[in-house]
């Protein structure tokens, strides 16, 4: 990562900040832009203002004196007209900028239609240094204008002081070594940022975890509490030493700066009050320079912040460049898109294999295997053995990185990704708590259909879970997640079911993946989940392949396909009876299952084995 913006990014950046604003609000960006050179020219003017009105007095010229007192008050009303207005518009624009780019950077997070940026760190550092500098985005544009400002007002300053001794222009050399110390200054704290970037990241997260919910249970019985606050503290520390060390060599060389550039004002000063006791300058130039040097020490001073700023406001930028340059790159360029998938076909992996980015050994070799249509295939096996990674693959959140998927004969890379996704539907093991209320939780499963009521009711009950808006206060509308006003919390189980309900919303699609959908419940509500959807595929007309990862081997027995993955490929597949037939791995697995099963058999089991298909469907 380079701690300089390079003279590319800045006019990009420049150029995004400048369509960002006409974008948000085209009038009012016109406005601030067109009132910055006015603000910037009102000190000019009142100084111009006061030599007028000095040497008016001194030649005892009343019309002159008018006409000075005229420009004096004209550039206090105007300035402080402009000043008051255009701040009020840029502060405005400023938070209109912020909330589009805000936008445009969640589009980019979660708008992408794979799922790798999320797993490649420098992406992830990226994102931390955007998220740590989002602030400067918003304000980036009111920056640049504000630059704009202070140069009209250093350049108003220095073409006047000039008017009266062009050496003058000397001062605006002497004012350089302040400038370049603020910038390098800049950089440096950039660069200590950026270099610390990977610990501040882990800060963050440690801060995440002592104020999640979903920690909160573990650090108390652990007491973690004084662990965690201690590890935050180190990292801090480890984060600010660089960066203080950086401000305070900013702070260093922009004084010695600030001292070069007192000399040369003392200098001017010397002149001019000189020429004057020779009669070679009039009182108003002694003035017009006095004001104008101290109008300048501001307009130096102004023009150095302002730069400061905007640097932190390009490097923002820059960050959000990186992250849009990468997410671009990442939409593969699509082959001529096939028409969108039709139900009812085969879905076939010929020698599919796959590795996450930057892994050392791919996590699922020369994998064949067909998923027929209207069928319902389980896959098992241990943990880490590639399962979640091949249902990640049907529903193209990753693309094979050899061999390809086939859906009727035609490559799934060849398909829209989203005419694909239109047509699948998914249950994963890390399910989203979606805290909204009931009825969109469930029906955002099927956007057109949110607000459909008996179509939520109707997937709540297939999902096993028509009890649940009857225990809520308000129902479908009860707002879900304690820290609403008014909002319920729920158990584990319930929020599975939500998410297993979502994934009953849509009608008829290809593939329905549930990935380990009943972890959080008990082995008997996990056959009886497993049945619904069993049953339910059966019963279906469309074609729609379901896909059942599951870690139990009795619950899945009854697939019309198990297959068996070990170290990510396939050992076995068939149906439960071939599979115990062939007294491999399968059997093995199921009978010490079923053993573990007897010795620990609970009460609830026998409700198991009474379940039949009747008491599902009624
Ligand atoms: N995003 C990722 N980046 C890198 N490696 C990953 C990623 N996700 C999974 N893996 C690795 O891929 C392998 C297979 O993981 P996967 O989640 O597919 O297994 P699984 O069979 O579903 O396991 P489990 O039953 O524990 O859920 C594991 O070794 C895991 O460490």
């Known amino acids: 990562m380079s701690d300089?913006?390079?003279p590319r990014v800045a006019l990009r950046s420049i150029a995004l900040l400048v369509g960002a604003a006409f974008k948000a609000d085209p009038r009012r960006a016109a406005l601030?832009?067109?009132?910055?050179?006015?603000?910037?020219?009102?000190?000019?003017?009142?100084?111009?203002?006061?030599?007028?009105?000095?040497?008016?007095?001194?030649?005892a010229d009343l019309p002159g004196m008018i006409i000075a007192a005229l420009i004096l008050a004209g550039a206090l009303v105007v300035g402080q007209f402009a000043a008051t207005v255009a701040a009020d518009l840029r502060i405005r624009l400023q938070q209109r900028v912020g909330l589009l780019l805000d936008q445009r950077i969640m589009e980019m997070c979660s708008g992408l239609p794979h799922l790798d940026h999320h797993e490649y760190p420098p992406y992830q550092d990226r994102l931390e240094l955007?998220?740590?500098?989002?602030?400067?985005?918003?304000?980036?544009?009111g920056a640049l204008v504000e630059n704009l400002r202070a140069l009209v007002a250093f350049g108003s300053t220095v073409a006047l002081l000039m008017s009266v001794r062009a050496e003058f222009l000397l001062l605006l050399l002497l004012a350089l070594p302040t400038v370049f110390a603020a910038r390098r200054g800049e950089r440096a704290v950039a660069g200590a940022e950026e270099a610390t970037v990977a610990p501040a990241r882990l800060r963050q997260a440690l801060?995440?975890?002592?104020?999640?919910?979903?920690?909160?249970?573990?650090?108390?019985?652990?007491?973690?509490?004084?662990?965690?606050?201690?590890?935050h503290r180190a990292l801090w520390q480890q984060v600010d030493g660089p960066r203080r060390?950086?401000?305070?060599?900013?702070?260093?060389?922009?004084?010695?700066?600030?001292?070069?550039?007192?000399?040369?004002?003392?200098?001017?000063?010397?002149?001019?009050?000189?020429a004057a006791l020779r009669g070679q300058a009039s009182a108003g130039d002694v003035v017009l320079t006095v004001a104008l040097a101290g109008q300048l020490t501001g307009s130096v001073a102004g023009l150095v912040q302002m730069l400061t700023w905007m640097q932190q406001a390009l490097r923002a930028t820059g960050y959000y460049l990186w992250l849009d340059d990468h997410a671009k790159a990442r939409i593969r360029p699509q082959r001529e898109c096939a028409p969108p998938p039709a139900a009812g076909a085969d879905l076939v992996l010929e020698n599919v294999s796959f590795g996450y980015p930057d892994a050392a050994r791919p996590v699922l070799r020369e994998v064949s295997l067909r998923l027929p249509a209207g069928r319902t295939v389980a896959i098992v096996g241990e943990n880490g053995a590639g399962k979640t990674t091949l249902v990640k693959l049907l529903c193209r959140l990753y693309d094979p990185t050899g061999g390809r998927i086939t859906y009727g004969g035609t490559d799934l890379a060849d398909y829209d990704v989203r005419s694909w996704r239109d047509r699948v539907t998914a249950c994963f093991q890390d399910f989203c708590r979606l805290e909204f209320p009931l009825q969109e939780s469930a029906g955002i499963g099927d956007l057109p259909r949110i607000d459909d009521e008996p179509a939520v009711l109707d997937a709540l009950d297939r999902a096993g879970a028509s009890a649940l808006p009857g225990l809520l206060p308000h129902g479908l509308r009860t707002q879900l997640g304690p820290t609403f006003p008014g909002g319920t919390d729920?158990?584990?189980?319930q929020w599975q079911k939500i998410a297993l309900t979502r994934s009953i919303m849509r009608e008829a699609p290809i593939l329905r993946v549930l990935d380990e959908p009943a972890a959080s419940l008990d082995p008997a509500s996990e056959y009886e989940?497993?049945?619904?959807?069993?049953?339910?595929?059966a019963e279906s007309t469309h074609g729609t392949v379901t896909v059942f990862v599951s870690h139990r081997f009795a619950t899945v027995r009854t697939a019309d396909l198990i297959v068996v993955l070990d170290g990510g490929t396939i050992r076995e597949s068939g149906s439960h009876e071939e599979l115990m037939d062939q007294d491999g791995l399968y059997a093995t697995l199921y009978r010490l299952h079923a053993k573990g099963y007897e010795e620990t058999r609970p009460?609830?089991?026998?409700?198991?084995?009474?379940?039949?298909?009747?008491?599902?469907?009624?």
Do not use: H
């Open 4 to 6: 300089r913006t390079s």
């Open 130 to 141: 955007l998220r740590a500098n989002r602030t400067w985005l918003g304000s980036a544009f």
């Open 207 to 231: 801060f995440t975890t002592a104020c999640s919910p979903g920690a909160a249970k573990e650090l108390r019985v652990y007491g973690l509490q004084e662990e965690i606050a201690g590890r």
């Open 603 to 618: 009460s609830w089991s026998d409700s198991l084995d009474s379940l039949d298909d009747e008491s599902l469907v009624g």
């Open 32 to 59: 601030v832009v067109g009132l910055a050179p006015v603000v910037g020219a009102v000190a000019a003017a009142t100084a111009v203002g006061l030599q007028r009105m000095v040497d008016a007095a001194v030649a």
């Open 490 to 493: 729920l158990s584990g189980g």
């Open 245 to 274: 060390r950086a401000e305070a060599r900013t702070a260093l060389w922009t004084s010695a700066g600030w001292v070069v550039f007192g000399a040369g004002f003392a200098g001017a000063l010397y002149l001019v009050v000189t």
């Open 529 to 537: 989940i497993f049945r619904r959807f069993q049953l339910a595929a």
